[in-house]
Structure formats: C-alpha cells, structure tokens
C-alpha cells in the first residue's frame, strides 16, 4: 500500500514539475528582445577593468591575486551568474530570428554559461565557508575568463548571424 502512494505521489511531482517547465519555456519564447535586453545588471562590477575591449577580445587582465577586488567580490560574482542566463536567452533569441545559425556556437555558448554559474557557485560558497580565500580567487578567475570569452562569442554570433539587432545588443552590453 505504501508503495503504491509513493509511486502516485511521484508521478503527481513529476507530472506538475513537467507542466511548470512547460509555462516557464513558454513564457521565455514569448520574451521580447528588448525585454531580455532589459534583465541585463549593468557593467558597474569591474568588467572593463578585467579585460582590454571585452566584447572583441577575451585576454582578460587579471590575476588570480587581484581578481576578487577588481571584481567587487560578490557583486561582480552574483552579476556574472544572472547575466549568463541571460545571454544565453539572447543567444537563443538571436538564433531564431537569425539566418544559418551555427548550433555548435550556440551550444558553446550554453556550455558557457552553465560553467560561469558553477564557477561563481563554488566561489561564493569557498568565500562564505573557508578559512582561505584562494580557492574562491581561482573559481572567480575561472567565471571571469569564461565570462570574457562568452561574451566575444556572443558578439560575434549575434554580428554574424543576427545583424539586424546587432546595434541595440552593443548599447546594452557597452
């Protein structure tokens, strides 16, 4: 009897959690570029301060030492991990309104920032519960060089791909 409640129990989870993926998936095609455009944080973290021209080259400028103060810390850290998701909705946005998109870029991209987000998880959590703050300076080392890279990628996709909203992505991320 036991089992039986169980597996209807876990049926029902899985049957409501497949219906609000559903609606979210929905509502984030419905989005419009301007709308996504709008959930960027702004660049007030330290961006420029990291990497020479961001947007065209990833070199980024920074050591594993200094990164967590020309970062802002957890500012910088936080804002990289929502902007990922959010570039990756622009990437998609841009992939379906563009012409001949390369998937493999767009899954890069997705890879991208799946790592940023681990990368900025692990950060926070070695600068909140470790004694030594080294290993949250080499995970914020990590999300920046990854962020610097993705977003050349981006711009690069979005110019070659999608260039009719190639001048409003430049204002937004500039």
């Not at 200094?66 to 990756?88: F, H, T």
């Not at 992939?95 to 799946?114: F, I, P, T, W």
């Not at 920046?144 to 990628?153: F, G, L, P, Q, W």
């Not at 690069?156 to 500039?174: D, G, H, K, R």
Request: charged residues 20%; contains cysteine.
């Amino acid at each position: 009897m036991l089992l039986v409640i169980i597996q209807v129990m876990l049926t029902v989870l899985l049957i409501a959690y497949a219906a609000f993926w559903r609606r979210q998936q929905s509502k984030r095609r419905a989005k419009t570029w301007d709308g996504i455009i709008s959930q960027l944080s702004g660049n007030d973290w330290g961006i420029e301060e990291i990497t020479e021209r961001y947007l065209y080259k990833s070199d980024i400028q920074v050591t594993t030492k200094d990164v967590w103060q020309r970062i802002q810390g957890c500012k910088g850290l936080w804002a990289m991990y929502k902007n990922s998701s959010v570039l990756v909705q622009l990437a998609d946005y841009a992939a379906e309104h563009g012409e001949g998109v390369d998937q493999e870029m767009l899954e890069g991209l997705r890879s991208d920032a799946v790592q940023i987000r681990l990368c900025v998880m692990l950060a926070l959590g070695q600068y909140l519960f470790s004694t030594s703050t080294v290993g949250a300076s080499v995970n914020a080392h990590r999300a920046v060089a990854t962020y610097s890279a993705m977003m050349v990628r981006l711009t690069t996709f979005i110019q070659e791909y999608s260039t009719p909203l190639f001048s409003s992505y430049l204002n937004a991320v500039a």
